[in-house]
């Protein structure tokens, strides 16, 4: 990813939420299987040094609640400066290369 210059946009907030209880068993193993292996990719990205974004899958949980994904960031590895970083620099998708440029203050 660091390579391309792609950015990864964690959701980790919606990592640690319970499933519903109708949630089938399968999806129920799967879902336990899958979220350390979403840590440790984080982790991984970090230590990396791979661009991120602040993305959140708030469909899923009450409107208002996004802002819980700085929270989990930190609680799973990354500095409260950098967890703020990607969230508040200007960013510019382009059209043409549908990729995303910062101010690079971190680089």
């Known amino acids: 990813m660091k390579e391309h210059g792609t950015y990864l946009v964690p959701n980790l907030y919606i990592n640690g939420l319970p499933l519903p209880p109708e949630t089938p068993a399968a999806t129920v193993a799967k879902n336990k299987y899958l979220e350390p292996l979403v840590v440790q990719s984080l982790q991984k990205a970090y230590k990396a040094g791979v661009n991120m974004a602040l993305g959140t899958d708030s469909g899923v949980y009450a409107h208002g609640e996004?802002?819980?994904?700085?929270?989990?960031?930190?609680?799973?590895?990354?500095?409260?400066?950098?967890?703020?970083?990607?969230?508040?620099?200007?960013?510019?998708?382009?059209?043409?290369?549908?990729?995303?440029?910062s101010s690079g203050l971190f680089r």
């Open 66 to 101: 996004n802002g819980r994904e700085f929270a989990a960031l930190v609680a799973n590895g990354v500095s409260e400066l950098h967890a703020l970083w990607p969230h508040s620099c200007i960013c510019q998708i382009s059209e043409h290369r549908h990729r995303i440029y």
